[in-house]
Each structure stands twice: as structure tokens, then as C-alpha cells.
């Protein structure tokens, strides 16, 4: 069984990516779990038809033991006979990630839905805040096992690229390894080389370039995903051929990262 987490920071598509990637696993008969850890709560709204008011685990423990808790209460399928599940969607200001995704990794482990006989992938589509450990939980107690970071070139991506490799490091203790990073630009025509370097600095490279479509922005509309409003659209051969690569890689890398000093020295010799 494949353990993915996607990590991103800002707006650059990880989502689309996780479930354009879900889909794509599906499509080869294969058993997937999406699983979103965000308070937005919308990571598989493009599989579950934009459902918005499905029973988070949030939601659900307010009157549920972890205990008592089943498979059947917090997976929902829909498109595809993917399994989706939403962690959370907090009241702003008064919930923090950390309680309640540590609770839903919990509630995996009593109902032992990450055994191997009931997926062949799973896929942790995950914010990354660099100052709530909650997001950390899929790195702790061998929930995954390989990391993907979806990034761009700007600043603030490359930033939280280097903090999501501290924690991977942190934690490569439970057997979690950095596969590689897939990089979205802003822009086609924008010149990626900076994102080649800070990869090279981390001891990785970057596995897969997601060019920029405005196909899948048309499917969004739609509350589909490109598979489904074109599904032979030259466009998702990108997914595809991730698809793939994902199943076959096995790249196990502990990253090097950069102190605060060191990571600004290396932004201020490339950008000005």
C-alpha cells in the first residue's frame, strides 16, 4: 500500500493535484482514500459532486466516542468508488488543528482503516502551517510514508518547502522520506531554475513539472475533475504519467535543510 502525504503552501493546485492524482489511481482499478486535513474542508468536493455538508470527524466527535466510532461514519464515496474523507472544518479563531486531527488519527487506528487490505493508496492532502504541529500528523506513527511537496517557484512556497522538510527529518524516525518535489509555476512561461537549486540544496529534485491549465480551471467550474469533463483531453496525461511515476518511485531521501540565516542568504542572492 502507497502512503502519500502532498504537502503545499499557498495557492498552488495541491488539491487539484490530490485529486486529479486519486482519480487517476482509481482509473487503474486501484482501492484509494483521500484524506483531507484542512479547515477548508473542500479537498474532494470534485469527487463527491461538491458536496460541502458532509459529516466532518470534527463534527462527528462532538457526540461520538473515538471508541464507538465506524468506517461507515466518517468515509464517503461518491465518483469514482473513491474513498473521501474531511477531517475538519473549525469555527474560525477557536479550534486549533493539533486536538482534532491527532483525534482522527486515532479513530483510524481503533477501526484499523489504514490495514493494508483495504487500500492500495491513500493520499493525505495537507496544509502546511509552520506554527501547528496538527498538520504534522500524518509523519507521526507510520500513517505515511512517502512526502511529495507541491510547490511554486515564489518565496513563500520555497519557505514552507524547506519547514516541511525539517519535519520530515524530524520524523524520518517512523520510516517518512522526502520522494521529491512537484513543482506548479504561476505561469508557463515562468522560469523554474530557482526551484531546480533549492532542490538541489535539500538533497532532492524536482520528480514532476504540472503546467498551468485552464482546462482544469473549466472543470472546476463544473465540479468535476478534467477526467471527467473531457476525459480524453491531452492535458491529463500529465496526471497519468504522476500517476505512474508515484507507483514506481521508491526514492528515500532525508533531506538537508536550511537554517533561517542560510535559506535568507539564498533568497537574497537569486532575487536581489
Known sequence: MKKIVIYWKWWIWKSTTATHLSVAFAKKWLKVLQVWCDPKHDSCKRILNWVRDIPTVIELSKNIDVF??????????????????????????????????????????????????????????????????GFASPLKMWFADQVYIVMSEEIMSM????????????????????????LNLRSNKSDKKVVEEFSKKIWTEIVWVIP?????????????????????????????????????????????????????????????
Open 68 to 133: 464507538d466510532f465506524t468506517k461507515d461514519m466518517i468515509v464517503h464515496k461518491w465518483r469514482f468508488w473513491i474513498d473521501c474523507i474531511e477531517a475538519w472544518g473549525p469555527i474560525a479563531w477557536l479550534w486549533c488543528a493539533w486536538r482534532w486531527i491527532s483525534m482522527m488519527f486515532e479513530i483510524f487506528e481503533e477501526i484499523e482503516l489504514l490495514d493494508e487490505s483495504n487500500y492500495d493508496v491513500v493520499i493525505f492532502d495537507v496544509l502546511w502551517d509552520v506554527v501547528c504541529g
Open 159 to 182: 519557505y514552507a518547502a524547506n519547514n516541511i522538510s525539517k519535519a520530515i527529518v524530524n520524523y524520518s524516525r517512523n520510516g517518512i522520506w522526502l520522494s521529491g518535489i512537484i
Open 212 to 272: 498551468r491549465s485552464e482546462w482544469i480551471l473549466e472543470a472546476e467550474k463544473k465540479n468535476m475533475t478534467l477526467f471527467e469533463f473531457d476525459e480524453n483531453h491531452k492535458d491529463l496525461e500529465v496526471y497519468k504519467n504522476l500517476s505512474n511515476f508515484i507507483l514506481k518511485n521508491e526514492e528515500k531521501i532525508i533531506p538537508k535543510t536550511f537554517s533561517d540565516r542560510e535559506f535568507d542568504d539564498f533568497i537574497y542572492d537569486r532575487f536581489y
